[in-house]
């Protein structure tokens, strides 16, 4: 009765601050996706500019009307970042990717996200040794540089997303993006080892175990993310919860690919590549095993869910732009032309550091390539190293970890760096982000766009597959004529062509074991009200 009488009194709920914030940002997102919608065809502008551009405008108004006290109504959180935000997003990723584009790529999108973020710390690292240290900003130690080589080394894959087409583009895309994964996880190492690292008593015994321990996260967290996947999809083929509710197949999906993520972050492996092939084996797998009505129910969840991350964290990076905390200390320390130095040095850096890895990985790459489909020509790594420029929440969160302790700090050399850490993400994102469009219609016309999606793109069948192989291989089935030729041995055949035979032999290894134990395509037994391949054409990214 007493909760009732208080209810009818129309008393507030107690945290009416939290309801308040979380309404705002429900409003914004609101007009997010309106005014994205409006401005689909510029092309200038995409929804991750939009939504930071509102979280500005908006972060200026709460200044304002607070008399200038704060401009957010949420602090920054890594934990919000990394545990609810970065999962859906990475997650939907690798489960629309399209895998032969990507797996045709692997070697190339490994040494750029790899060997290049690791060329780019160093770059970085040193040249902030050597230049940041003489703008007299504070005491900033050796791991303090080297901390700033690991956070500006990140690149910004969520806002690739929206500034690439997988269609119009695909191989550009599955460089980049791919590239984008594999260089969070590693900036994401390195910083944490970095951070664990004694710097004070470097010798070769240590620097060989810090190279065979990230060897072994990427080596487990790809392995977790595998399980993960094939796990999922044995259990839903198995017991076959569609019989009885489609929405037991949707939330197993959904909990399985988030708890392996959670796993990975508990067994200090990098869930960013753990979650990212995990949402590959599902697509491959366990979403061919669900009913007809999950596979679309999934597919448009798990996008919504990205598209909805994705939204509130630019908004959330708009408005802690004007931390004014941080600003505040700043300016009451340091002149604005230091500040402003310190920002240009940064941002030259990581223009430098990412030309150091692209184009001399890009020609080794090249030398490994026979055919000119294959190669980077010189235009398409003016577009990776230019579209791959971008900095954005991964570089703040890890300047979070580094300078501030729960977002708050007093010491104006950690102030200036999370202010700087700021504007060079924010710069980055609207420059880069504004012009790589226009870039890409500049360097690859839209009359040679089609000729790449088609040049670069895998057969669509297996009897295509066989008969583009046979063309070029003279000892394979001639399938038009139906006559069979001489069978090269397998090494002369991987040989010849090492892409396309290992694409065979996996296909055969996929179809002769993999699948009946898994499901996919072709290998669901049917049930009254099982899902069909016949009644549901494959759609765009799940293809094999």
Same mark, same amino acid.
């Given at each position: 009765m007493g909760l009732g009488a208080a209810m009818a009194l129309g008393d507030p709920p107690a945290d009416y601050a939290s309801i308040a914030a979380v309404g705002l940002f429900v409003a914004l997102m609101c007009v997010c996706i309106i005014v994205g919608h409006l401005l689909e065809e510029n092309r200038w502008m995409n929804e991750s500019i939009t939504a930071l551009f509102i979280g500005l405008g908006t972060g200026a108004v709460i200044l304002l009307a607070s008399s200038g006290k704060h401009s957010r109504v949420l602090q920054f959180s890594e934990d919000l970042f990394f545990i609810y935000l970065l999962p859906p997003i990475i997650f939907n990723a690798g489960f629309q990717v399209k895998k032969k584009q990507f797996f045709r790529n692997f070697i190339t999108i490994t040494l750029f996200g790899a060997v290049g973020t690791l060329i780019s710390f160093t770059v970085i690292s040193l040249g902030a040794l050597g230049l940041v240290s003489r703008l007299n900003i504070g005491a900033l130690e050796l791991g303090d540089y080297l901390a700033l080589g690991a956070i500006f080394s990140a690149t910004d894959s969520v806002c690739t997303l929206q500034v690439l087409s997988q269609d119009e583009t695909p191989f550009l895309y599955s460089l980049v993006f791919g590239e984008g994964v594999v260089n969070d996880a590693t900036s994401v190492v390195l910083f944490n080892a970095i951070q664990n690292f004694d710097l004070g008593n470097i010798s070769g015994a240590k620097l060989l175990d810090f190279i065979g321990s990230f060897l072994y996260l990427f080596g487990a967290s790809t392995i977790l993310g595998v399980a993960s996947g094939l796990l999922s999809a044995y259990i839903i083929k198995k017991l076959y919860f569609g019989r009885h509710s489609t929405n037991r197949e949707v939330s197993i999906m959904m909990l399985m690919a988030y708890l392996s993520y959670m796993l990975a972050e508990l067994l200090d492996l990098s869930g960013i590549l753990t979650v990212f092939f995990c949402g590959i084996v599902m697509s491959h797998y366990t979403w061919h095993n669900v009913t007809e009505s999950s596979r679309v129910t999934t597919k448009h969840a798990f996008a919504t869910l990205s598209f909805i991350a994705e939204t509130f964290l630019f908004l959330y990076v708009g408005m802690d732009a004007l931390d004014i905390e941080k600003w505040k200390i700043v300016s009451q320390t340091y002149s604005p032309i230091k500040s402003i130095a310190l920002s240009s040095t940064i941002l030259a850096l990581v223009l430098v550091s990412r030309a150091a890895f692209v184009f001399p990985l =890009?020609?080794?790459? $090249?030398?490994?390539?026979?055919?000119? $489909?294959?190669?980077?020509?010189?235009?398409?790594?003016v577009i990776v190293w230019w579209a791959g420029l971008m900095r954005g929440a991964v570089s703040i969160a890890l300047?979070? $970890?580094?300078?501030?302790?729960?977002?708050?700090?007093?010491?104006?050399?950690? #102030?200036?760096? @999370?202010?700087?850490?700021?504007? %060079? %993400?924010?710069?980055?994102? @609207?420059? !880069?982000?504004?012009?790589?469009?226009? *870039? @890409?219609? *500049?360097?690859?016309?839209?009359?040679?766009?089609?000729?790449? #999606?088609?040049? &670069?793109?895998? +057969? =669509? =069948?297996?009897?295509? !597959? !066989?008969?583009? &192989? #046979? #063309?070029?291989? +003279?000892?394979?089935?001639d399938l038009e004529n139906g006559t069979s030729l001489p069978r090269p041995t397998s090494l002369r055949l991987l040989l010849a062509s090492p892409a396309r035979s290992v694409h065979y032999y996996w296909r055969k290894f996929d179809n002769g074991f993999m699948r009946p134990v898994f499901g996919g395509r072709g290998f669901v037994p049917f049930v009254p009200g099982s899902p069909t391949e016949s009644s549901m054409p494959l759609l765009p990214g799940n293809e094999n």
């Open positions: =890009s020609f080794l790459s $090249n030398l490994t390539k026979k055919t000119p $489909n294959g190669k980077i020509s010189f235009r398409q790594q300047a979070y $970890n580094k300078f501030t302790r729960s977002g708050h700090t007093q010491q104006p050399s950690n #102030a200036i760096m @999370i202010t700087s850490t700021i504007s %060079v %993400v924010f710069l980055s994102t @609207i420059i !880069f982000g504004l012009l790589t469009k226009p *870039l @890409i219609r *500049l360097l690859i016309p839209p009359r040679h766009l089609s000729r790449e #999606a088609s040049a &670069l793109s895998e +057969p =669509s =069948s297996p009897k295509s !597959f !066989f008969e583009e &192989l #046979a #063309a070029n291989s +003279p000892g394979l089935p």
